[in-house]
């Protein structure tokens, strides 16, 4: 149980926040921080958005009052500070705000964290955590019903519904219970309109990252008697196709539409060293598996990244070591 009243008064009593999230957001990283900003200068609060990465562009639609700016050390180093709160959302690990970990960790400033994953760090003063959540998004629509610290409108109810469609991957994951149906049925009410959002989210895509989705649909290989399906993208796919690391968000998951596969892995060579996505269906701890190479996540969605240029060498090691899960 979250102590929700606790979050409130620390809210309350505090008078400026520095939000920040994960590196390579998604749309409930950013949902939540635009959810939270608004809540936030609804009470006169100052508020401000910091992140390692860039905000992907299908999610700028959440920041067309240009209110989340990518690190720069020179402009924001400081504000860390210089604000009351610093406030991390869907993560709960120092790491994952990559070149942000040193200002973050070294600040003496009150640390918050309100996430949905598994296994925290202890790198706050207060955790706002539960892993029986489907999405950060859903975290802050509790938080604001049940102390109605400020009254939820359309311009709250958008990024929140973003959050919980996404983490949800559009209402079909496990923890799609009917209480989330029932706050989505509270959001379409407030005006939220589904086919928009999922359309900036989903449907904008650059002809690049469809190309780039070709790819690595035809590198698929099946391993384990079927069981674990895997994909690789290079760096030559991304720089002969001008595509982006942001731009493999949801590969991974087509692994797991081939029939019998139960672990589906993408490994996605970056320009310093390497990302490894994994999924899983049913009670398969991959977050575990993603822990044996200093990564964490979910039960059924978690990921590491390795700083080293050896994806080809560790693709085997790496499957070899999901092989222990199945089962
Ligand atoms: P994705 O595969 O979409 O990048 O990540 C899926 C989930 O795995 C994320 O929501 C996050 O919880 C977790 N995850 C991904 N990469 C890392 C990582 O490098 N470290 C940790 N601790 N978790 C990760
Ligand atoms: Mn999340």
């Not at 905000?55 to 700016?69: A, S, V």
């Not at 959002?197 to 290989?221: E, P």
Request: net charge negative.
């Amino acid at each position: 149980m979250i102590d929700f009243f606790k979050l409130k008064e620390i809210v309350l009593s505090n008078n400026s926040f520095l939000l920040t999230t994960h590196v390579n957001p998604d749309a409930d990283a950013i949902g939540s921080e635009t959810a939270f900003y608004y809540l936030l200068k609804k009470l006169g609060k100052e508020v401000f958005i910091i992140n390692h990465s860039a905000t992907p562009y299908n999610m700028e639609f959440f920041n067309k009052d240009k209110i989340i700016h990518k690190y720069d050390e020179n402009l924001h180093k400081d504000l860390f500070n210089n604000v009351d709160v610093l406030v991390a959302l869907d993560f709960n690990r120092s790491d994952r705000v990559v070149s942000m970990k040193e200002p973050f960790t070294k600040s003496d400033k009150l640390k918050i964290c309100i996430d949905h994953h598994q296994l925290p760090e202890d790198f706050v003063d207060h955790l706002f955590i539960d892993s029986d959540y489907c999405a950060t998004g859903q975290i802050i629509y509790d938080f604001i019903k049940q102390t109605n610290i400020i009254e939820l409108d359309l311009q709250i109810a958008n990024p929140i519904y973003a959050a919980i469609m996404t983490d949800t991957g559009s209402f079909r994951f496990e923890r799609t219970t009917s209480e989330v149906h029932r706050i989505i049925a509270e959001l379409l009410d407030l005006g939220v309109s589904p086919w928009e959002i999922y359309d900036q989210l989903y449907d904008q895509s650059k002809f690049s990252k469809i190309k780039l989705l070709g790819r690595a649909l035809n590198s698929v290989k099946l391993d384990a008697e079927g069981r674990i399906g895997y994909m690789v993208i290079t760096q030559k796919d991304f720089d002969e196709l001008g595509a982006l690391e942001s731009d493999t968000e949801n590969f991974v998951n087509y692994n797991l539409s081939v029939e019998n596969v139960v672990i589906g892995i993408l490994f996605i060579e970056l320009k310093n060293g390497f990302k490894v996505s994994i999924r899983s269906k049913g009670n398969i701890p991959v977050n575990l598996l993603a822990k044996e190479f200093g990564g964490g996540g979910h039960i059924n969605a978690s990921g590491a990244r390795f700083f080293t240029d050896n994806m080809q060498e560790m693709i085997p090691v790496i499957l070899s070591k999901a092989k222990g899960y199945l089962n």
